[in-house]
């Protein structure tokens, strides 16, 4: 499990970080409702074509309670590189959707997302919410349920003893 690579760090010299800075320590829990709760929040927000994911995660963190490191460490996977190819599956998703023309003459460039900002903006409004919500409510499930199994096999382990 995952809890056994944490055990290993000096956790004394980080407690003392934490109340030294009045940091909440369960912001950085490591247990099955937080890190699953956080994938969640992380690639909802990495799905979605808007500026400012770390405030947002920092704000949410004020109303829910999840492993803020893990849920930066996801936002991250949007980078550069790769948030124009997931913008270009999220449109085409949404046209797909909407059942409208995805096989317009697309550009790379912001001079022509500018001209044609009406043409793309529903198509990806609904393809990058459906997306999002889709990939990470399936990531959530799913970590639920190899950390519930992780956790029977690991008692069955320690039951057989």
Do not use: C
């Amino acid at each position: 499990m995952i809890r056994k690579v944490f055990k290993r760090l000096p956790t004394e010299r980080f407690r003392n970080f934490l109340t030294t800075y009045k940091i909440n320590p369960n912001y950085f829990t490591i247990s099955r409702r937080f890190v699953s709760k956080a994938v969640l929040i992380g690639l909802f927000l990495a799905l979605l074509p808007i500026p400012f994911r770390f405030i947002i995660i920092l704000l949410l963190a004020t109303i829910t309670r999840f492993n803020i490191v893990i849920a930066l460490s996801i936002v991250m996977l949007a980078n550069p590189i790769t948030i124009p190819f997931v913008v270009f599956i999220e449109y085409q998703l949404g046209s797909s959707l909407l059942q409208s023309d995805a096989h317009m003459h697309m550009q790379f460039s912001w001079q022509w997302v500018q001209d044609n900002y009406e043409q793309i903006f529903l198509p990806l409004f609904i393809g990058s919410l459906t997306l999002a919500t889709l990939i990470s409510l399936l990531s959530y499930f799913l970590i639920e349920m190899l950390w519930i199994q992780s956790a029977k096999k690991a008692y069955k382990a320690r039951k057989s003893l």
